[in-house]
Structure formats: structure tokens, C-alpha cells
């Protein structure tokens, strides 16, 4: 499985960014997918999830309400609507099939800062 992340950048705080990530060589419909991100100097973290058909989702208390994610199985890809960022929103965000353990990208810099 190949994953390629797009959509980070630099965002003032309270602002927008959608996050995506596309499958190559698997099925978005098959796995229960998750974006996860990465801060520096602290330990890689679930943000988000979504189950395998798209029926539920859950998320990290620190970003609910605010990131919704998503995916769309025609086009193997998955989305992260991230709205009212603050500055401890930065990070490098990863998307990857739950039950894969080594199946990471290089992941997308989201950066929120005046």
C-alpha cells in the first residue's frame, strides 16, 4: 500500500485547511482508516477515524467538533476538513489504514501561526 497526504500548509489560527490522502494498490473501503498526527517532540497521535463503510466516525477530544473526516471509496480517497485551527493544531498529519501498522506516507506539514 502506497499513501501519498496533501493539503497541509500554513494557516493563521481560526482558519481552514482539508486535508487529503489517496490509496494506491489498496481499497479505501476496505480498512477502517485514521488520520493521525505528529508534533514535534511528542509521540504521534489518532485524530481521527473512520470505520471501513464510512457508517461512523470518532475523534480525539481535542479536535471535536472542529475536524471532520471523511472519504470517498470511488476515488481511494480519504479527507480531513479541519476548521477553527489553533496554534497547537501543527503538526505533520499522517493517514493510514488502522490495521496496518507500517503502512505511513510522508505525511503533509500543517503549520497555524499568526
Given amino acids: 500500500v502506497r499513501i501519498v497526504e496533501s493539503g497541509g500548509g500554513l494557516v493563521q489560527p481560526g482558519g481552514s485547511l482539508r486535508l487529503s490522502c489517496v490509496l ?13 498526527r ?12 473512520i470505520s471501513a463503510r464510512g457508517m461512523s466516525t470518532d475523534y ?13 471509496d470511488a476515488k481511494n480517497t480519504v ?5 477553527g ?15 496496518l501498522p507500517d ?3 510522508q505525511g503533509t506539514q500543517v503549520t497555524v501561526s499568526s
Fill in 103 to 105: 503502512a505511513w506516507g
Fill in 79 to 83: 479527507y480531513l476538513q479541519m476548521n
Fill in 60 to 72: 480525539a477530544q481535542s479536535v471535536k467538533g472542529r475536524f471532520t473526516i471523511s472519504k470517498d
Fill in 24 to 36: 494506491y494498490g489498496s481499497d479505501s473501503g476496505f480498512y477502517p482508516m485514521g488520520w493521525y
Fill in 85 to 99: 485551527l489553533k496554534p497547537e493544531d501543527t503538526a505533520v498529519y499522517y493517514c493510514k489504514p488502522i490495521p
Fill in 38 to 49: 505528529q508534533a514535534p517532540g511528542k509521540q504521534r497521535e489518532l485524530v481521527a477515524q
